[in-house]
């Protein structure tokens, strides 16, 4: 069954440094993955996703992640976070269908 | 460029009462989806359609029910509410092809008392 495991509930880091959110998805076949941002009182919007190619892929707001199949992880990264990138982020995967999974997950503070 | 709309923005109904969420979209996309958002839960589907005509069920389904009548609009029916539906509802979209990009609505934040 497919399933997405962000093991951190909250993550503090401070203005200007780096971030890595971890994500683990379990799913039978090579699966779409996603990353989700979700400001306060507001809707999800895409960061971006992976379907195939390049395992490292680019997305909006200076954000990148990468595919690593042999840990089955879809780590987020930003070299340097801004206030404004508090939010909260989920992971997300899917398949052959167009239903997809969402991680439970993590919410992002960044100390001034 | 609207996307996708939900209403109300928030509601506050009385446990027994039955209540309508409406989601519409103008991207022409064939498949929708109503999720439940709920702290430390994050987002479960409860129901979907994946074109007009057709829905399906999703991980939480009991207590809700879909109908699609049409590309645009898929409302989202609590027939009697309780107060564990208290919730903030997202309808989401996407187009039925390999990109399974999904669009969210602005979501709507109901409490059952």
């Known amino acids: 069954a497919q399933s997405v495991t962000q093991p951190d509930i909250h993550i503090t880091v401070s203005e200007g440094a780096s971030l890595e959110l971890r994500c683990n998805y379990s799913?039978?076949?090579?699966?779409?993955l996603f990353w989700y941002v979700q400001s306060p009182g507001q809707g999800l919007q895409l960061l971006l996703k992976y379907f195939s190619g390049d395992t490292l892929v680019q997305g909006i707001k200076g954000f990148e992640a990468e595919f690593k199949r042999s840990q089955s992880s879809f780590n987020l990264r930003k070299p340097s976070v801004h206030w404004s990138d508090a939010a909260e982020y989920f992971c997300?995967?899917?398949?052959?269908?167009?239903?997809?999974?969402f991680g439970k997950g993590t919410r992002l503070h960044i100390l001034p | 460029i609207a996307g996708i709309t939900q209403a109300p923005t928030s509601q506050i109904l009385a446990a027994g009462r039955r209540m309508t969420l409406r989601c519409t979209q103008d991207m022409r996309h064939n498949a929708m989806y109503w999720y439940r958002q709920d702290l430390g839960l994050g987002l479960r589907l409860i129901h979907y359609s994946n074109t007009a005509g057709t829905t399906g069920k999703g991980e939480v389904p009991d207590g809700y029910s879909v109908s699609r009548a049409n590309t645009d609009d898929f409302p989202l029916t609590l027939a009697s509410a309780v107060p564990s539906q208290t919730s903030v509802y997202f309808c989401?979209?996407?187009?039925?092809?390999?990109?399974?990009?999904?669009?969210f609505g602005p979501g709507t934040r109901l409490t059952v008392t």
């Open positions: 799913y039978g076949a090579t699966p779409y």
């Open positions: 997300a995967v899917g398949g052959g269908d167009d239903k997809i999974i």
């Open positions: 989401a979209s996407s187009a039925h092809d390999r990109s399974h990009e999904q669009y």
